[in-house]
């Protein structure tokens, strides 16, 4: 199944007929099955599916963290499929922004010196108005000389959010970002997020098993056995949930 | 427990390698020290009982002067010929040689230069016929006054051949033989253990060895049939009496041997110091990977309490995981040390020329030592963290526990009081204050201080990491790596402190030699007032000598106004051995070396006199007018009257005899002579007659006084870089720490590397931030190195003040060079582990939990 909307022209992220395969023989698993999706600029979309669906993979695949085994991924108008670690390392500096379950901070820097620090890497320097208003949307600006070991696990992930979209990616990638949140902590997230992309344009395609959580999505595309099996518009928690339910796996939807 | 200690082990084993690699090294040093001496040791043995296999009984002289292997030579004085008929006469003995061998013969080569032997003696004696021993290879006996036979040994290394006329340099100047025989040992030898020998004719060897006619210096006596050699031995002993040794051929042999291995022993020390900085290293290395290991393994260590281990069972598994790493070590440094002490015993007994090697065995000594400190050194690393590790909380096993930066108030108190310990050692050692164990009393110094300074090290590395990296801001993967070194102290602190040892020691001694080195050349520049200089490099117990006659020629050319000949030798002045020196122009002390008297006169020295150093003249009581027994080398004892006190200086001896003096010395001719020239005369006119005059003794050459200087010191400067190839090894050892540290560190920043590559840092950035990280912990540890070593130098030099060291020289330029050098190795370092965070998978990296 294909999932489309939108037109071509607006697409920021997408697989054409996306095959992964682990292993071989015996032991061979077959994690993507001819997957092929779009992802629209400036829209927020979520990936779910139960555990072993092929979610993560299919992120990691569009993200360049992943080859692909067959098929074709494109980021922007950059073929992705195919790129060396060069291409691949000037892709995430230029493209994609990432935001981790783990928040991935570095201990020895402080959290202004986090959130600049893929601008830095690149050798760019950061828009200071569009820098004042992701500090400003983040919450953070009494908090920037603080070393993630002091900060919350909120406002540790918050600071990864602001690290994402300082260098205004053409998609960011998050994976499970509130997962190893409480429920207000996480919610602060996922509103921020939703806030990037409905006032700033951004575009997001996240990776989640709660239900809660896509609902903050415009659109939630659904995995299972490594195919694209529905997808819903402008979802709510129930209807997510109820999608959930008639997939085959239950047990995963508890959240 | 033991099961899951050695599958930990295994499980990492790759890092493990590396902090046994330290332990490794060090013990194939301590092993290979052994096993060398020991090889040396049995083929001395044997090539002595070889040498003197023939003689039953020895009969020599008592020497009028008893000096030790170490200290010089020993003449064994000679005695008259009518002895011989004395112990030929003598019950059950079957024949007696009478012989003359005594070191001193040395042969000018084809190349016009006098032929060295590195060190071993150059004999000169009489022919006294083949035996089982000497054989002739080419050629017949010497018959004539004019005919030499020499070894095959001495024919190569001077490349000259039978039927040459060469010269020979002995008590007397240089003179010309042909070669009539060229001969060689019993086995093939060319020369017993890089011994060459000059064989005369009887008459003509007595007058060039031992300086008189119808004198020998040994006695070779063959038992009857039936006649035991120590029966012998007495009934000989007897009848030559009191003023001979008497021994029998075991105990020249014993004796010969005993004196050699004095000198391997020595040998052996030197070679076990520098071990003991290699393994002084390797402890660093080996307590920081545990260290580092202990740290990862919290989680598994916990869960390991959780299920019910005691924390006597965590210690024990970290001890045992030591043990395991020490065994290995141990076993593979024996190995090592064997082989590089049969190869170094090979290259040796080649060098020797015609040394046959027994065969390499491995002492006991050698493997106690490589199980003993490889083991002991790996455990005693191990314990520190295995006491950390026992304090690991089960609750530890649950939590992210984020450990938190351990306060360094203990480290730095424990620090400043080892450092307070080992520089009071250091005083006191250096001062003279130890007592008898001086030696012992400055090296615990020098250890307690490198320790002292290693536990301070994590409260130093802070600002001064920062200030180095301060040099990479700009740059993002520079300060990256700059931060990461500073991330953990104790970590960068002791991975820096092994390099400091190695790099501490080296400029500590360039400061020390550097300092002598200015202080001599400032003292002959300020106190020696002569243009040039006769003087050659010494290589043996022999100083190199040339023909006297010399000196009168060179004062008789014009311009010159002043030669001062010296011949030096050390004698039995009243009861305490001394240094003495002939002078052949007295009006030098004050004219040429600046003396100043300080009683009596010193412009002139009648035979019978003598001059004395104010020192001298006050340690024994001595003033002018006193008379002093003196006991030369050969000759009966005479007696001095003091006559002139000169001020004591570094650069004047104790005592100062009349030129007549020289004649009873060991070496009886000049070894150095200096120069003045009238004002305005050119030294560049006076230069060349000299040289042409000096054509018959090459082992001496005429310089100006920067060049003499300069052929002086350079003897410092061929030790200073003997001494820094073997610290090199220690230096070796702290990169291995280096390279270790950082493979352990990227190891455990997996997650983040994988993070940076994933917002966009590119691999030749990864790279580039774990070289800097290596780079500053390098450079750190050479930075303290060199102030450390400076300090250390200092200290030396301050209490040297007396000897004559009175110039401090820091080697600027050397201590740049360290920190450029210690830069390299940071960069080298890195290499592997910059290449293993480099290809780090992103994928893996972050996405694993």
């Not at chain 2, 090592?336 to 015609?354: D, P, S, V, W």
């Not at chain 2, 003040?801 to 020289?809: A, N, Q, S």
Request: a negative charge; proline letters at 4%; one cysteine or more.
């Amino acid at each position: 199944m294909t999932a489309t909307t939108g037109q071509p022209a607006s697409v920021a992220a997408r697989a054409s007929d996306v095959w992964k395969v682990y292993g071989s023989g015996e032991a061979q698993v077959i994690a993507l099955r001819g997957v092929s999706a779009e992802f629209e600029r400036g829209r927020f979309t979520a990936i779910m599916g139960p555990s072993g669906s092929g979610k993560s993979t299919l992120m990691h695949c569009l993200a360049g963290l992943d080859t692909v085994t067959r098929g074709t991924v494109h980021v922007g108008d950059t073929t992705v499929t195919g790129l060396g670690d060069a291409g691949l390392t000037k892709l995430r500096r230029d493209k994609v922004g990432f935001i981790f379950q783990q928040f991935n901070l570095l201990p020895t820097l402080t959290a202004k010196e986090n959130i600049l620090l893929p601008l830095s890497i690149a050798g760019r320097k950061a828009d200071p108005a569009w820098y004042d208003v992701v500090i400003e949307t983040v919450g953070l600006r009494d908090r920037l000389d603080h070393r993630p070991a002091q900060l919350s696990g909120g406002q540790q992930q918050r600071v990864a959010c602001a690290r994402a979209l300082v260098a205004r990616p053409e998609v960011i990638f998050a994976d499970e970002p509130t997962g190893n949140l409480d429920s207000r902590s996480g919610a602060e997230v996922l509103n921020f997020l939703r806030n990037s992309v409905r006032e700033h344009g951004q575009t997001i395609v996240m990776v989640t098993h709660d239900p809660t959580a896509a609902a903050y999505a415009d659109r939630v595309v659904f995995l299972a056995d490594g195919q694209i099996v529905s997808e819903l518009i402008e979802p709510t928690a129930e209807t997510v949930l109820d999608t959930m339910k008639k997939l085959d796996t239950p047990a995963e939807v508890a959240g | 427990m033991f099961r899951a200690t050695l599958k930990s082990l295994l499980a990492r084993k790759v890092r493990l390698v590396l902090s046994g690699l330290a332990v490794v090294l060090g013990v194939t040093f301590v092993s290979g020290a052994f096993v060398l001496t020991d090889t040396l040791g049995r083929s001395f043995d044997s090539l002595f009982a070889d040498a003197y296999a023939e003689v039953d009984v020895n009969v020599a002289a008592k020497p009028k002067l008893e000096v030790g292997e170490m200290e010089g030579q020993q003449i064994s004085g000679p005695f008259p010929a009518t002895a011989l008929e004395t112990v030929r006469a003598v019950d059950g003995v079957a024949e007696a040689t009478g012989v003359v061998s005594t070191d001193g013969a040395r042969l000018i080569g084809s190349n016009g230069k006098a032929v060295t032997s590195f060190g071993a003696p150059q004999l000169g004696g009489n022919w006294t016929g083949e035996s089982d021993l000497v054989q002739l290879r080419e050629g017949r006996a010497p018959q004539a006054d004019n005919e030499i036979v020499i070894n095959k040994g001495l024919a190569d290394a001077g490349k000259v051949a039978l039927g040459d006329r060469v010269g020979v340099l002995t008590l007397e100047p240089r003179q010309d033989f042909t070669i009539v025989g060229i001969f060689g040992y019993s086995g093939d030898r060319d020369s017993l253990g890089g011994v060459n020998e000059v064989m005369f004719t009887t008459p003509v060897a007595q007058q060039l060895m031992l300086g008189e006619p119808d004198v020998y210096n040994s006695i070779v006596v063959t038992a009857a049939d039936g006649v035991s050699a120590e029966g012998l031995r007495d009934s000989v002993a007897a009848a030559v009496g009191d003023g001979y040794v008497v021994k029998t051929g075991e105990q020249l042999s014993a004796d010969a041997a005993a004196g050699l291995k004095e000198g391997l022993a020595f040998f052996n020390r030197i070679l076990l110091g520098f071990a003991a900085v290699a393994l002084l290293v390797g402890t660093f290395l080996i307590l920081n990977t545990f260290s580092i290991i202990v740290a990862q393994r919290t989680r598994e260590l916990a869960l390991l309490r959780a299920v019910g281990a005691s924390g006597k069972q965590i210690i024990g598994s970290v001890v045992l995981e030591a043990i395991a790493v020490g065994l290995i070590a141990s076993v593979f440094g024996l190995a090592a040390g064997i082989g590089i002490g049969a190869l170094l015993a090979y290259l040796f007994g080649n060098l020797a020329g015609g040394l046959v090697l027994a065969g390499v065995a491995v002492p006991a000594a050698a493997v106690i030592g490589a199980f003993g400190v490889g083991l002991v050194i790996t455990v005693l690393a191990a314990l520190l963290p295995a006491l950390r590790a026992a304090r690991i909380p089960p609750i530890a096993a649950m939590q992210d526990v984020a450990t938190p930066d351990r306060p360094l108030t203990k480290i730095t108190v424990a620090g400043a009081l080892v450092t307070a310990v080992g520089a009071t050692l250091l005083f006191l050692g250096l001062g003279g204050h130890a007592g008898g164990n001086t030696l012992a009393t400055i090296l615990g110094g020098v250890l307690f201080s490198f320790i002292g300074v290693a536990l301070l090290t994590p409260l130093i590395s802070k600002p001064v990491v920062a200030a180095l990296g301060a040099v990479f801001a700009g740059w993002v993967p520079g300060k990256l790596g700059r931060l990461n070194s500073g991330r953990n102290p104790r970590r960068t602190a002791i991975t820096a402190a092994a390099l400091m040892v190695g790099i501490a020691l080296v400029t500590g001694i360039t400061v020390i030699l550097d300092s002598a080195k200015s202080s001599i050349t400032g003292l002959i520049q300020d106190n020696v007032k002569a243009e040039l200089v006769i003087a050659g490099v010494q290589s043996g117990p022999r100083p190199p000598t040339f023909d006297p006659a010399v000196l009168t020629e060179t004062k008789a050319i014009p311009g010159v106004r002043m030669v001062d000949g010296q011949y030096v030798d050390q004698a039995l002045v009243g009861d305490e051995r001394a240094w003495v020196g002939a002078v052949t122009e007295p009006a030098a002390m004050r004219q040429i070396y600046g003396a100043e008297a300080t009683a009596g006169d010193i412009d002139r020295l009648a035979p019978g006199q003598m001059m004395i150093s104010s020192d001298t003249a006050e340690s024994r009581g001595l003033s002018v007018g006193s008379t002093v027994p003196v006991q030369f080398a050969r000759g009966d004892a005479q007696t001095y009257t003091v006559t002139g006190i000169y001020e004591s200086s570094p650069i004047l001896g104790p005592v100062m005899l009349p030129a007549d003096a020289a004649r009873n010395f060991s070496v009886t001719q000049p070894s150095q002579a200096f120069i003045q020239l009238e004002a305005g005369t050119s030294v560049s006119d006076v230069l060349p007659r000299i040289e042409a005059l000096l054509a018959d003794s090459p082992e001496v050459s005429v310089a100006d006084r920067e060049a003499f200087l300069e052929e002086q010191t350079g003897q410092l400067d061929g030790l200073l870089q003997m001494i820094q190839i073997l610290l090199a090894l220690a230096i070796v050892i702290a990169v291995l720490g280096i390279i270790n540290t950082l493979a352990l560190s990227v190891l455990e920043r997996t997650r983040e590397l994988g993070l940076l590559r994933a917002i966009g840092l590119r691999r030749s950035q990864t790279m580039g931030m774990i070289t800097v990280e290596a780079v500053v912990i390098s450079v750190f540890g050479a930075l303290l190195g060199v102030v450390v070593g400076s300090g250390l130098g200092a200290a030396v030099v301050e209490a040297l003040k007396d000897e004559g060291i009175t110039e401090l020289v820091l080697p600027w330029g050397q201590m740049g060079v360290f920190l450029g050098l210690a830069a390299l190795i940071g960069v080298i370092a890195a290499v592997l582990p910059a290449i293993r965070a480099a290809r780090i998978n992103v994928l893996g990296a972050i996405a694993h939990d």
